[in-house]
């Protein structure tokens, strides 16, 4: 290499670490920035073909702008019946708000309940008010309480988005706080290091602005979009993932610098060279893992694949270039006081890991049928999980007021009341259509929308020869039985000669959602085992032993619903779980478990192509088992952040990935996978070249000259 290559080599770290400095500081703020361009609209992330939908787009016609019902009941304090005066009183309250800004048109009267204990009326919002929300819904809360002698209750979509804003209020800073100390803390304890935990940290904050940045612009160009609960996902994602590749990466470098007695950029050379194809084959199967959710018709999962993925493409990049160059600047002092000393795999390994190794080496038919059967056995609950949707009364971990509200209403009214079935069809089959749906069971009553706004207040509002029926139903809305109402409904009005009647509303919605997240399982679930199988064949040079991997994290999964399943009952309370939780559970914790299952199984290689089969099985696990078993713990205490936010959704996918990380990390790929890839010998790795060594010390069909001791 001529003197000035040389030069520019040398160079080459202290211009990627100044590139990555000005990433830091001029692209950190865009984190903070993100929720400028989040959307909270619940209706843009519907199903995009469901008849719901369409009802929304034809809902449009019907009024100059969508808007967002908010609920006021008044109750007694006493639980007494609510006399007329009281009625004229809150009737009077509710029409002072006309004109207020944010609310659209004249609120309805106030209209009392059949027990005569409570009162309910409407007030229609603008459905874009954002952060004018809150005090929009001040100033109907305290127009409400001038009635006297009542207690008031806000309620419906209005009142559950504000409080759905709340719980995001503020989280970015607190999530992103405690993932980075949760981090941090782990680091600082396993690796026993003052500067490397710091060195990672930092990495993986690089890659979490760069991210932001990019999707930033993009959710600002309207090409992808955020919410809250994408925003939360994104910053856990981008720390755990660029966390778990720093890890392996500085592992490998400190094995090198040993190796190369200091000399620090042969070191990181020989450390790159062995480890970024792993990484890089562990990033792509998440990458490809999260871009298949762009198959669903559910517009939210659709939001988090492409999001997903440039989030793990700024923490391999971080890990790729702005690691190295630390560490070959730092060298040695990078793990200070520790240092540097020859792998595992080579001085017969240590401590924990040298007797996993003589055990898997010992007894490896007894230890994965062992672990396997505790894996089915855990599978065996897992069509236990019920992912038909949560109850509004679940949705917030925390009390929440519209939560209250809500069954504060459903006491004293229809379950369905106020937020109503809502049905598009044809004018001329407006009596017929009304009354398949009164005929509905499960249906309180059918009412015309009239031109005042309101249902059955005059002559039916006819929009280019269409016309709106509110429909509402007996039981609560977010309800099973409701679902099932909704389903006879538009069986019903279907069969309508000539209404062309559709059915849409809130119950429609959750029920389409239902079904498409069904749908989105059946297909997406597919695409990303090919895409993982695909990946794993062409770095392992193997088809037997992708088929392995993937069968085990499969298995790893399905255990971990049927933990879940039991855990969200019996200790958190959930009667279920959003419907897409089972679908992002698989894509976080396959496409993750295959990581380590890459780390382990590509060193396994490196090992068996010099020592042999079966010694590379036992130098494999013993060389990667500490660093691996961080890295899980790490991406689980990550992902367990996710609990911070008081939503039951993040809640439970913050379970399910974190118990599933350490169930693939300790169990796995420590225990089932070892013992199997041992106890098949060299057929593992059919049709390769290391299916085919089956003699002698090198082909690992003699027993190695010295195996490590228990």
Same mark, same amino acid.
């Given at each position: 290499?001529?003197?000035?290559?040389?030069?520019?080599?040398?160079?080459?770290?202290?211009?990627?670490?100044?590139?990555?400095?000005?990433?830091?500081?001029?692209?950190?703020?865009?984190?903070?920035?993100?929720?400028?361009?989040?959307?909270?609209?619940?209706? $843009?992330?519907?199903?995009?073909?469901?008849?719901?939908?369409?009802?929304?787009?034809?809902?449009?016609?019907?009024?100059?702008?969508?808007?967002?019902?908010?609920?006021?009941?008044?109750?007694?304090?006493?639980?007494?019946?609510?006399?007329?005066?009281?009625?004229?009183?809150?009737?009077?309250?509710?029409?002072?708000?006309?004109?207020?800004?944010?609310?659209?048109?004249?609120?309805?009267?106030?209209?009392?309940?059949?027990?005569?204990?409570?009162?309910?009326?409407?007030?229609?919002?603008?459905?874009?008010?954002?952060?004018?929300?809150?005090?929009?819904?001040?100033?109907?809360?305290?127009?409400?309480?001038?009635?006297?002698?009542?207690?008031?209750?806000?309620?419906?979509?209005?009142?559950?988005?504000?409080?759905?804003?709340?719980?995001?209020?503020?989280?970015?800073?607190?999530?992103?706080?405690?993932?980075? !100390?949760?981090?941090?803390?782990?680091?600082?304890?396993?690796?026993?290091?003052?500067?490397?935990?710091?060195?990672?940290?930092?990495?993986?904050?690089?890659?979490?602005?760069?991210?932001?940045?990019?999707?930033?612009?993009?959710?600002?160009?309207?090409?992808?979009?955020?919410?809250?609960?994408?925003?939360?996902?994104?910053?856990?994602?981008?720390?755990?993932?660029?966390?778990?590749? $720093?890890?392996?990466?500085?592992?490998?470098?400190?094995?090198?610098?040993?190796?190369?007695?200091?000399?620090?950029?042969?070191?990181?050379?020989?450390?790159?060279?062995?480890?970024?194809?792993?990484?890089?084959?562990?990033?792509?199967?998440?990458?490809?893992?999260?871009?298949?959710?762009?198959?669903?018709?559910?517009?939210?999962?659709?939001?988090?694949?492409?999001?997903?993925?440039?989030?793990?493409?700024?923490?391999v990049l971080s890990a790729l270039t702005f690691l190295p160059a630390v560490l070959v600047l730092l060298g040695r002092a990078a793990y200070w006081p520790a240092r540097p000393r020859p792998s595992d795999s080579e001085s017969g390994g240590t401590g924990i890991w040298r007797r996993v190794a003589a055990l898997v080496d010992r007894?490896?038919?007894?230890?994965?049928?062992?672990?396997? %059967?505790?894996?089915?056995?855990?599978?065996?609950?897992?069509?236990?999980?019920?992912?038909?949707?949560?109850?509004?009364?679940?949705?917030?971990?925390?009390?929440?007021?519209?939560?209250?509200?809500?069954?504060?209403?459903?006491?004293?009214?229809?379950?369905?009341?106020?937020?109503?079935?809502?049905?598009?069809?044809?004018?001329?089959?407006?009596?017929?259509?009304?009354?398949?749906?009164?005929?509905?069971?499960?249906?309180?009553?059918?009412?015309?929308?009239?031109?005042?706004?309101?249902?059955?207040?005059?002559?039916?509002?006819?929009?280019?020869?269409?016309?709106?029926?509110?429909?509402?139903?007996?039981?609560?809305?977010?309800?099973?039985?409701?679902?099932?109402?909704?389903?006879?409904?538009?069986?019903?009005?279907?069969?309508?000669?000539?209404?062309?009647?559709?059915?849409?509303?809130?119950?429609?919605?959750?029920?389409?959602?239902?079904?498409?997240?069904?749908?989105?399982?059946?297909?997406?679930?597919?695409?990303?085992?090919?895409?993982?199988?695909?990946?794993?064949?062409?770095?392992?040079?193997?088809?037997?032993?992708?088929?392995?991997?993937?069968?085990?994290?499969?298995?790893?999964?399905?255990?971990?619903?049927?933990?879940?399943?039991?855990?969200?009952?019996? !200790?958190?309370?959930?009667?279920?779980?959003?419907?897409?939780?089972?679908?992002?559970?698989?894509?976080?914790?396959?496409?993750?478990?295959?990581?380590?299952?890459?780390?382990?199984?590509?060193?396994?290689?490196?090992?068996?192509?010099?020592?042999?089969?079966?010694?590379?099985?036992?130098?494999?696990?013993?060389?990667?088992?500490?660093?691996?078993?961080?890295?899980?713990?790490?991406?689980?205490?990550?992902? %367990?952040?996710?609990?911070?936010?008081?939503?039951?959704?993040?809640?439970?996918?913050?379970?399910?990935?974190?118990?599933?990380?350490?169930?693939?990390?300790?169990?796995?790929?420590?225990?089932?996978?070892?013992?199997?890839?041992?106890?098949?010998?060299?057929?593992?790795?059919?049709?390769?070249?290391?299916?085919?060594?089956?003699?002698?010390?090198?082909?690992?069909?003699?027993?190695?000259?010295?195996?490590?001791?228990?």
């Amino acid at each position: 290499m001529s003197r000035p290559t040389r030069r520019a080599v040398r160079l080459l770290p202290l211009v990627l670490l100044v590139v990555w400095l000005a990433v830091g500081g001029g692209l950190g703020p865009y984190a903070g920035k993100l929720g400028e361009v989040a959307t909270n609209d619940q209706a $843009a992330f519907l199903p995009r073909s469901a008849e719901s939908t369409r009802v929304i787009e034809a809902q449009r016609d019907f009024r100059q702008q969508e808007t967002l019902p908010a609920l006021v009941v008044w109750t007694s304090p006493g639980g007494g019946r609510i006399d007329p005066e009281t009625r004229s009183a809150a009737t009077r309250a509710l029409a002072t708000l006309t004109g207020t800004p944010g609310v659209v048109g004249a609120p309805s009267p106030a209209l009392p309940s059949e027990d005569g204990e409570a009162l309910r009326g409407v007030v229609q919002l603008r459905p874009d008010l954002g952060e004018e929300l809150a005090p929009t819904l001040g100033a109907i809360d305290r127009a409400a309480s001038s009635v006297p002698g009542t207690t008031v209750w806000l309620a419906g979509p209005a009142a559950t988005q504000a409080d759905l804003s709340d719980a995001f209020a503020g989280i970015d800073g607190l999530l992103l706080a405690v993932a980075l !100390v949760t981090v941090l803390l782990i680091l600082l304890l396993v690796y026993r290091s003052v500067l490397l935990p710091l060195v990672i940290i930092i990495g993986a904050v690089f890659s979490l602005a760069l991210a932001c940045a990019v999707v930033y612009v993009l959710a600002d160009h309207e090409i992808v979009r955020v919410d809250g609960q994408v925003q939360g996902i994104l910053s856990i994602l981008v720390i755990g993932a660029a966390t778990d590749y $720093a890890l392996l990466l500085a592992a490998r470098y400190r094995e090198e610098l040993a190796r190369h007695e200091g000399d620090r950029f042969p070191a990181m050379r020989a450390a790159l060279r062995q480890s970024a194809g792993p990484i890089t084959a562990s990033a792509a199967t998440v990458a490809l893992g999260l871009l298949a959710l762009l198959f669903s018709d559910l517009t939210n999962n659709r939001a988090l694949g492409p999001v997903g993925a440039i989030g793990i493409v700024c923490a391999v990049l971080s890990a790729l270039t702005f690691l190295p160059a630390v560490l070959v600047l730092l060298g040695r002092a990078a793990y200070w006081p520790a240092r540097p000393r020859p792998s595992d795999s080579e001085s017969g390994g240590t401590g924990i890991w040298r007797r996993v190794a003589a055990l898997v080496d010992r007894a490896p038919r007894k230890v994965w049928a062992a672990t396997l %059967a505790g894996l089915l056995a855990c599978a065996a609950f897992a069509p236990m999980l019920d992912s038909k949707g949560v109850p509004l009364d679940e949705i917030f971990v925390n009390d929440a007021p519209s939560v209250a509200a809500q069954e504060t209403l459903g006491r004293h009214f229809p379950g369905g009341a106020g937020n109503p079935a809502i049905v598009i069809a044809n004018a001329d089959a407006l009596a017929p259509v009304k009354a398949a749906a009164e005929d509905v069971e499960g249906v309180a009553s059918a009412d015309a929308v009239t031109a005042s706004g309101r249902p059955g207040a005059g002559a039916p509002l006819v929009v280019d020869g269409r016309v709106r029926i509110d429909v509402t139903l007996a039981d609560a809305a977010d309800s099973d039985a409701a679902g099932e109402a909704v389903a006879r409904l538009r069986a019903s009005v279907h069969a309508v000669p000539g209404a062309e009647a559709l059915v849409g509303g809130y119950t429609a919605q959750r029920y389409d959602t239902q079904r498409t997240a069904e749908r989105d399982r059946m297909l997406i679930v597919p695409v990303v085992l090919a895409v993982i199988l695909t990946i794993l064949v062409g770095l392992l040079r193997s088809l037997l032993m992708p088929l392995l991997l993937v069968a085990t994290v499969a298995l790893n999964f399905v255990a971990t619903l049927g933990v879940s399943a039991l855990v969200f009952q019996h !200790v958190f309370g959930f009667t279920g779980t959003d419907s897409s939780v089972p679908l992002y559970g698989f894509v976080f914790l396959v496409a993750l478990g295959v990581d380590y299952n890459i780390f382990l199984m590509s060193r396994v290689r490196e090992e068996s192509l010099r020592h042999g089969v079966r010694e590379g099985v036992l130098r494999g696990l013993t060389a990667t088992g500490g660093v691996i078993t961080s890295a899980g713990v790490v991406l689980a205490a990550t992902f %367990a952040a996710l609990g911070v936010i008081p939503l039951a959704f993040l809640v439970q996918i913050a379970f399910i990935v974190a118990f599933g990380v350490l169930l693939d990390t300790l169990v796995v790929r420590s225990l089932l996978v070892p013992a199997l890839v041992r106890d098949l010998g060299p057929v593992a790795w059919w049709p390769g070249e290391l299916s085919r060594r089956t003699t002698g010390p090198e082909g690992g069909g003699a027993p190695p000259e010295k195996a490590p001791a228990p």
